[in-house]
């Protein structure tokens, strides 16, 4: 899986900056990824999960503070972590955010 990122490392510390200001901890930081992720992410999209065509519909975010797609195919829903949910080609709009994210995660 591919983890490199179009943005510069400047631009996506700019939006780590912007998802985390107020907040106190980690646990409020994760939820100011998901807000901004939420809020940017064009939502749906398809991607390859597995070799499998699945439809990005919604995220999550658990009591652990991990973001989550919520996949389907079919009748069948799965939740994925965002981190490692492939990105198809070409990118859904606002996936730059998880590109932060990621950043703001280490990995």
Known sequence: MIKTSKFG??????????ATTD????S????GFFAMIEENLALPFV???LGQEVT???LDITKRDEIVA??????VTQA??????PMPNPRPEGAEWIDAYRRWNGT
Do not use: F, H, M
């Open 9 to 18: 490392t400047k631009y996506l510390d700019k939006l780590i900056e912007e």
């Open 47 to 49: 991607t390859q999960v």
């Open 70 to 75: 919520i996949c389907s195919r079919g009748k």
């Open 56 to 58: 990005v519909a919604k």
């Open 28 to 31: 409020e930081q994760a939820g």
């Open 23 to 26: 907040a106190y901890n980690e």
């Open 80 to 85: 994925i972590p965002i981190l490692d949910l």
